[in-house]
C-alpha cells in the first residue's frame, strides 16, 4: 500500500463510511476502491477534489504516513473553549447591531454574470429566512444549458444576512465541498414592497481556478410564499438576450466599469 492510499484510509476514518466520502466528494465508489487499495493513483482533478474535501494539500497527501498522521492530529487538536469565545463573541456582536431583517425574509431569484460560464447569466433560487431575530440564507443554482435546457450541474449555498447601517451584508459557504465563500453587499430597500435589490458580490469559483473575481447582482423578490419547483425549474444559465429576463435587471448587472472610474461599482436602484 503506497503512503497516498495509507494517509487516505486515515482520512476517510474520520466519515461514518466510504460510501458517505464518495457521495459527498461525488466520486465513483468502485474507483474510490482502487484508490484505497493502492491499484490505482487519482487523476489530477481528482486529487484536487479529493484535497479540496479533505482540506489538505496534495503535498500533504503524499508524506510518510506517520508525519502525515501527526499533522492530522495537530489540525484536529480540541480548541479549548476560552479560544472559541473569542471568534464567536464578533458574530455576536454583529447580529447584535443588525436591523431588522423580517421584511427581507422569503424568495428571490438571484441574477448575475456566471464566473464559469463566459456571457452568460445565471438565474438561481434564493432564500432567506428570519429566526430570533437573526436572518440566514440559502441559495441553490440548478445549471441548465442556455440553448437545450438540459441540466448540467447543480450547486447549494448557505450563511447568514444582516444589516449594518445602510448595506445588507450575505456570508454564504458551498455546501457540498465546503471549498468557497461568496460575499454580497446590496443596497436595502426603502420602497413599501420590494422589487429587487442590487449589489456587487466577490467570490472564487472552482470551475475558473479560483481566481478571485466580482460582478453586479440583483436580487428580485418573489414573495413568502412560491411553487417552489416551478421556480427550480425557471432557473439556470441563460443569455442576457432571453426573452425571459427582465431587461432592467439584464441592464442592471451589467459589468462594465465606466470612465473615470477604477474600481466596479453599482448605484442605488
Same mark, same amino acid.
Given at each position: ?108 431569484? #438571484?441574477?448575475?454574470?456566471?464566473? &464559469? ?6 438565474? $438561481? !433560487?434564493?432564500?432567506?429566512? @428570519? +429566526? ?97 419547483? #416551478?421556480?427550480?425549474?425557471?432557473? &439556470? ?6 426573452? $425571459? !429576463?427582465?431587461?432592467?435587471? @439584464? +441592464? ?18
Amino acid at each position: 500500500m503506497s503512503s497516498f492510499s495509507e494517509n487516505l484510509t486515515l482520512l476517510c476514518g474520520h466519515f461514518r463510511s466510504i460510501a458517505e466520502v464518495c457521495r459527498r466528494m461525488g466520486l465513483n465508489r468502485q474507483q474510490f476502491n482502487k484508490y484505497l487499495s493502492g491499484q490505482v493513483h487519482p487523476s489530477r482533478h481528482n486529487m484536487r477534489r479529493m484535497c479540496d474535501f479533505f482540506g489538505v494539500t496534495e503535498s500533504e497527501m503524499l508524506m510518510d504516513p506517520p508525519r502525515f498522521g501527526q499533522l492530522l492530529g495537530l489540525r484536529n487538536r480540541p480548541i479549548a473553549k476560552a479560544q472559541l469565545d473569542v471568534p464567536l463573541r464578533h458574530l455576536e456582536r454583529i447580529f447584535a447591531r443588525s436591523h431588522p431583517m423580517d421584511r427581507y425574509a422569503g424568495y428571490y431569484f #438571484r441574477y448575475f454574470y456566471s464566473f &464559469g460560464n463566459k456571457g452568460c447569466i445565471i438565474r $438561481s !433560487l434564493a432564500g432567506i429566512v @428570519v +429566526r430570533e431575530n437573526r436572518g440566514y440564507f440559502k441559495n441553490i443554482e440548478v445549471l441548465r444549458d442556455p440553448d437545450t435546457r438540459r441540466w448540467t450541474g447543480s450547486n447549494k449555498y448557505e450563511g447568514m444576512i444582516f444589516q449594518l447601517a445602510d448595506r445588507i451584508q450575505v456570508f454564504e459557504y458551498e455546501t457540498k465541498e465546503v471549498n468557497s465563500v461568496t460575499q454580497m453587499t446590496l443596497y436595502p430597500s426603502y420602497r413599501q414592497r420590494i422589487d429587487f435589490l442590487m449589489g456587487i458580490q466577490t467570490g472564487g469559483p472552482t470551475r475558473r481556478g479560483r481566481k478571485p473575481g466580482a460582478s453586479r447582482v440583483a436580487m428580485e423578490f418573489l414573495g413568502t410564499e412560491i411553487n417552489l419547483r #416551478r421556480a427550480l425549474r425557471q432557473t &439556470g444559465l441563460f443569455r442576457p438576450d432571453d426573452p $425571459s !429576463l427582465r431587461p432592467e435587471i @439584464v +441592464r442592471a448587472i451589467t459589468n462594465e466599469i465606466r470612465n473615470g472610474d477604477f474600481v466596479l461599482e453599482v448605484d442605488e436602484p
